[in-house]
């Protein structure tokens, strides 16, 4: 069977039952000491927000004229799993005197930690009265939970993360529809940068946000995503939650067993889980030998990051960007960015340090002086100039989130007489991967995994079709 990028695969969905309540305190539910929120839908019925309306065009730049309508009679409102309740499922099981004790035994502070998670539970308390006041019915999940699945997807108008750029991420690898609008609101604005979410005087004023919405006073902005072609083995198509990774993990040191970097626990949502019955690339070859090839479940927001499991085993890999010649590498991983990435991770990648700057101008001002420069002028001895400089040149590797286009950055490129890297950060149309690596994945926004070993392929691209669609609010 030969595979097409251009094949769309939608996931088998177990639909998640859900218990209807009625709204709870903007405080939350007081439990053990903290503070949580029951998976709930609200069917309360307030002041109607809004008419059934129907969703503005699908361009990514619509015409002046253009005025955008939203529909939100009904909102999957996705709220982050805060540090406390990470490091409660680490250490199931304990009562809460053992456990405010185990985390002082590797310096943490219980206290800081159960205030931040009591503070995004009161956020997110307050921003579920609102909806309720405009009445707008909601259901209410926990990211990484069972209870976020495509069946809440598909029954909401749009989604709300309540958290911050990870919880956005993670919301948004579900959405496969471009049509589907997804708002972020930070929780934790001390904390959290919050890039992808409405500005931050938006957090403690929700209903503002709500009232520019239905009075039309916003724009779409359709977020280009990276759509994953990969070939290999079954083993290859299994979505690893980085989370569970990492929690399982940690179990296992604290129980003084070696850790699989691959040991993880199912999840209860198998919603990402792909139906293996694709026939093999290659016929008549044994069950352990066959190749498959399909579309990953997941689209990359922010980036899609290749690399070794350990950090100090450098990744091997061959690239072949647009329809140059294919090229081998040696470095520390390969990250692929769209627009919306490239001032996250992506930009911190390709950025030179004022103090490489100052370096390279140091090296520059030598130069001159063989060769009797007669300049008076001393830039290195200006520090706005140093910093203009380095933001210049950080810029260039910036792109609108709009735009179908990747940034491949080939992250610390080995440099000897058998691989060069003649240009490390450059720009592509598509990109195609094959793996060289011993125990390599690759990672979607951070947040997703697949095993990514020798001889497996991946193909990247961006498609129209597959954009999110965002909010811009308009400003006063």
Wanted: glycine share 6%; hydrophobic share 35%; aromatic share 8%.
């Amino acid at each position: 069977m030969k595979c097409s990028a251009l094949l769309y695969y939608t996931g088998h969905l177990n639909t998640s039952k859900y218990i209807t309540y009625k709204m709870f305190s903007a405080v939350g539910i007081r439990r053990q000491g903290t503070l949580s929120a029951p998976s709930a839908v609200s069917s309360d019925k307030g002041d109607h927000f809004h008419q059934d309306m129907e969703v503005g065009t699908s361009t990514s730049t619509p015409p002046a004229s253009h005025t955008p309508l939203i529909k939100l009679n009904k909102v999957a409102v996705v709220g982050k799993m805060t540090r406390y309740e990470f490091e409660k499922q680490r250490y199931d099981g304990f009562s809460e005197n053992e456990f405010k004790k185990a985390l002082t035994v590797k310096g943490s502070r219980y206290e800081t930690l159960l205030a931040q998670h009591e503070k995004h539970m009161i956020n997110l308390g307050k921003i579920l009265d609102v909806l309720k006041r405009k009445g707008i019915e909601y259901r209410v999940c926990t990211r990484g939970e069972a209870t976020y699945s495509k069946d809440t997807v598909d029954w909401a108008d749009a989604v709300i993360t309540a958290g911050g750029d990870g919880t956005f991420l993670s919301a948004a690898s579900k959405i496969k529809n471009r049509e589907k609008p997804l708002i972020g609101i930070n929780t934790d604005p001390e904390r959290s940068e919050g890039h992808l979410c409405l500005p931050p005087k938006y957090n403690s004023n929700f209903e503002e946000a709500l009232d520019k919405l239905a009075d039309s006073k916003f724009q779409w902005l359709y977020r280009q995503r990276i759509r994953i072609t990969m070939t290999g083995s079954k083993a290859n198509f299994k979505p690893l939650d980085n989370g569970s990774m990492l929690q399982e993990r940690m179990r296992d040191h604290s129980n003084h067993h070696s850790s699989t970097y691959f040991s993880v626990l199912d999840s209860d949502d198998d919603s990402f889980l792909m139906q293996r019955n694709a026939n093999p690339l290659e016929e008549g070859v044994s069950h352990k030998l066959q190749s498959y090839c399909d579309v990953l479940p997941v689209l990359a927001l922010n980036e899609v990051f290749i690399g070794e499991s350990l950090a100090s085993v450098p990744s091997y890999y061959e690239l072949q960007v647009d329809n140059d010649p294919s090229e081998k590498h040696k470095s520390s991983g390969l990250c692929i960015s769209t627009g919306t990435g490239s001032t996250a991770w992506s930009y911190n990648i390709c950025r030179l340090h004022t103090k490489t700057v100052k370096s390279v101008l140091e090296i520059v001002k030598r130069l001159l002086a063989n060769n009797n420069d007669t300049t008076k002028y001393d830039a290195l001895s200006d520090d706005e100039v140093l910093k203009e400089v380095t933001e210049r040149h950080g810029d260039t590797f910036i792109f609108d989130a709009a735009e179908r286009k990747l940034l491949c950055s080939i992250r610390d490129p080995m440099q000897n007489k058998v691989y060069h890297c003649n240009t490390p950060h450059r720009f592509a149309e598509k990109l195609f991967i094959r793996s060289r690596c011993w125990d390599a994945t690759l990672c979607v926004d951070g947040d997703t995994s697949f095993v990514f070993n020798d001889g497996a392929t991946a193909a990247l691209q961006v498609l129209p079709e597959d954009a999110l669609k965002t909010v811009v609010l308009d400003e006063d």
